[in-house]
């Protein structure tokens, strides 16, 4: 397999660029892969294309609204990113601007409900931000209610985010928070297709993957084996491993789950 950027490179329309979801998640688009054939379907086609003792594998990671803004000390605007949890109330955040975020210097969260200090710079946007709540007030509760879900930067709506995206950027078997973007593959599964695909022989099982901001930082180097891959936490129990391992030894194909470009 070539190692070049430039043999990936390909046209992508625009209009091609899904700008909202669909009306209903599982009239997307879905590209099934099996043994070397490709075929073009419906997402609600999964069941049938399925067979009884399969397994798929699912990510339950709950995307958090990790996005924030703040004011600075001196009156500024700025914008945190929640990356990943150090300890308690104290994260490792992409900021931006981050010129004017200084170690020791205090930000400050709508109406006060919540103060940050930067206690260090580790460069290429990223600061560690440990966060007051005010008191009385959980860092979650305040997170939920001034925080914003952040959506791809393919999404690039004029009127921005919307009280919708909040639900459908999000897997409807989303259960442990931590991810800065959702899993996209998943986005388009229903509860009438898990209980289809119950219904069918199809096993499922669980891990947890929480999706990182690497997730759309772009390659920049020639050679991709040099591009540098932020680290994403991830959590695989012993039955899923069991069930994975089983699956594996049994005579069966590899199915793999390929989003669309464009969501309708």
């Excluded at 046209?11 to 054939?37: C, H, M, V, W």
């Excluded at 210097?105 to 260090?120: C, H, Q, S, Y």
């Excluded at 460069?123 to 005010?134: D, K, S, T």
């Excluded at 590899?254 to 969501?263: E, K, S």
Aim: glycine content about 8%; hydrophobic content about 35%.
């Amino acid at each position: 397999m070539t190692q070049k950027l430039s043999d990936y490179d390909f046209e992508l329309p625009p209009e091609l660029i899904a700008q909202t979801p669909a009306d209903n998640r599982e009239n997307s688009r879905l590209l099934f892969l099996n043994q070397g054939k490709i075929g073009h379907y419906s997402f609600s086609d999964l069941p049938s294309l399925l067979r009884a003792g399969d397994l798929l594998v699912r990510n339950t990671t709950k995307v958090i609204p990790a996005r924030i803004k703040c004011t600075r000390s001196g009156g500024g605007k700025s914008e945190v990113l929640l990356v990943r949890e150090m300890e308690s109330c104290v994260w490792e955040c992409l900021a931006r601007p981050t010129s004017s975020l200084k170690e020791g210097k205090k930000i400050f969260f709508a109406n006060e409900l919540m103060t940050g200090v930067i206690r260090e710079r580790l460069g290429g946007g990223r600061v560690i931000v440990e966060f007051l709540p005010a008191d009385n007030l959980d860092f979650w509760e305040v997170v939920e209610r001034i925080g914003e879900l952040p959506l791809p930067p393919y999404i690039a709506r004029e009127d921005g985010p919307t009280e919708d995206d909040s639900k459908r950027y999000q897997t409807v078997f989303a259960s442990q928070p931590g991810a800065v973007a959702a899993p996209t593959a998943g986005l388009h599964f229903t509860k009438k297709i898990f209980a289809e695909l119950k219904d069918k022989g199809v096993d499922v099982c669980d891990v947890v993957l929480h999706v990182g901001p690497g997730t759309f930082r772009p390659v920049k180097v020639e050679n991709i084996t040099e591009h540098i891959m932020d680290y994403e936490y991830f959590s695989i129990c012993k039955k899923t491993a069991e069930m994975v391992n089983n699956a594996k030894k049994k005579d069966g194909g590899l199915f793999q789950l390929v989003p669309p470009a464009q969501g309708h």
